[in-house]
């Protein structure tokens, strides 16, 4: 009994994710996805590029899970000046935009990968567990149009 009190005193390493999306419905959504995994906190949320830059030096997540479409900012110029002052900082973009341009875009403003909202449900986790492990993640429904990234 002694070893089971032991390893549920192991404090489990916590990685916080800073959301911005400018609907707040699907930040909700986000949350309650991430919600059961204790190795993922939720540190903040926001709705525009600005506050995600602010956020972003404010909180120093670990993850940014950025939306393109953004109002004031768009996520990918979000994401050239988060890189600027939050460099250790991962971004992951999760978005309903699966233009070519834009993805290429956004994966060449340094972003850590690219999930599309639809695929969400099955990608979104293993995008996270790749984009904090160094890796570069794209969504299946994209991935075909950035085969020379």
């Not at 070893?3 to 192991?10: F, G, H, I, N, T």
């Not at 993850?63 to 600027?84: K, V, Y």
């Not at 599309?116 to 160094?134: H, N």
Request: aromatic share 4%; with cysteine.
């Amino acid at each position: 009994m002694t070893a089971v009190r032991q390893a549920r005193s192991v404090p489990v390493a916590r990685f916080r994710i800073l959301v911005v999306d400018d609907f707040a419905p699907w930040r909700h959504s986000v949350r309650s996805m991430l919600q059961g995994h204790l190795e993922l906190e939720v540190v903040g949320e926001v709705a525009d590029g600005l506050e995600a830059v602010q956020k972003a030096e404010e909180l120093h997540p670990d993850l940014i899970l950025l939306d393109i479409g953004l109002p004031h900012l768009n996520g990918i110029e979000a994401a050239r000046r988060i890189r600027q002052s939050a460099p250790d900082t991962a971004i992951l973009f999760l978005t309903m935009n699966s233009d070519a341009d834009l993805v290429h875009a956004a994966l060449d403003s340094h972003a850590n990968g690219y999930v599309l909202k639809a695929d969400a449900g099955c990608e979104l986790l293993p995008a996270i567990q790749a984009v904090l492990r160094g890796k570069r993640y794209v969504s299946g429904g994209v991935a075909g149009r950035t085969s020379n990234n």
